[in-house]
């Protein structure tokens, strides 16, 4: 019981890579806070932590608004007095993006400004304003533990247009975080997934005609941000994990 009395929000913890981090994090101990849009995927992971005997609570929330991130912080200061973790995973590529396009690789000049927003809305602003948010709590209570989930697509040269460019700006996002809260023992940082296996990803996969594809699992994901939630070195901030689930 690593994270014992430990309070953590996790963003898009309706399903997928969210899901299994908010599992593994109430395994060892801490009191989930699951947050995205729709209610049923997050009563439904609630019903799973508490069926293995955890504590989660959930909260839903529209977190491209920055009203709605604030009241998601405050209902948890509100009700536990402080946030120890944040899993900042909430994001993905919108279906209304590629039920237009229906193709992977959308050359720059044929993205629409809508588009390209839309995509930098979900995967970037997001975690900006949840760190945004949170930070400020735990720079008052003295500490805690912040993990984004970036993508491969932002650590390499990536068809994949704002949304490559979304998950490169969380391996920046991390560092700047990181560099500018260490002196208050707040330790900030990322995984960088390949093609994982969840609802979204398959949705994906359909779409581009891609089904067959090979993916690694939720599951190792969830393990990657365990370890730097519990087991990372203290020094280690600022850091990305690059994870090669893809086969
Ligand atoms: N699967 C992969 O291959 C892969 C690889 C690398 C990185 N990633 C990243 O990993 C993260 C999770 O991906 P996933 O594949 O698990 O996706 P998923 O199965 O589509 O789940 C995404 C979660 O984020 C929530 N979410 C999306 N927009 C939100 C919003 N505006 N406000 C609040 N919650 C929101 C969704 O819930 P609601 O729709 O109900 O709000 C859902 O719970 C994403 O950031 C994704 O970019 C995924």
């Known amino acids: 019981m690593k994270l014992e009395g430990k309070i953590a929000i996790v963003t898009g913890a309706g399903k997928g ?45 529209d977190l491209t608004d920055g009203q709605q991130v604030q009241s998601m912080v405050d ?48 995967n970037l602003r997001i975690p900006f304003l949840c ?9 008052k209570q003295g500490g805690g533990n912040i993990v984004s989930v970036s993508s491969r697509m932002g650590r390499i040269a990536s068809q994949m247009g704002a949304y490559a460019v979304a998950k490169g700006g969380i391996i920046t996002l991390t560092k700047t975080t990181a560099i500018q809260t260490q002196e208050y023992g707040i330790k900030v940082n990322a995984v960088s997934p390949g093609i994982v296996d969840t609802p979204g990803q398959r949705v994906y996969n359909h ?41």
């Open 75 to 122: 209902a948890v200061v509100g009700k536990y007095g402080r946030i120890d973790i944040l899993v900042n995973n909430a994001g993905g590529y919108p279906s209304e993006i590629y039920d237009k396009v229906k193709k992977q690789a959308i050359k720059i000049w044929e993205w629409s400004e809508a588009q390209w927003d839309q995509i930098i809305k979900t």
């Open 17 to 61: 890579i969210g899901r299994e981090a908010a599992l593994a994090i109430a395994e060892e101990g801490a009191t989930v806070v699951a947050v995205a849009r729709t209610q049923a995927d997050l009563d439904e992971t609630v019903k799973m932590i508490e069926e293995k005997g955890g504590k989660a609570v959930s909260l839903s929330r």
């Open 207 to 247: 779409n581009v005609g891609q089904d067959d594809i090979k993916m690694g699992s939720a599951q190792d994901v969830a393990k990657a941000i365990l370890y730097l939630l519990c087991d990372s070195p203290a020094v280690m901030t600022g850091q990305s994990i690059d994870l090669f689930t893809t086969v």
């Open 131 to 139: 760190i945004n948010k949170v930070v400020p709590v735990m720079i």
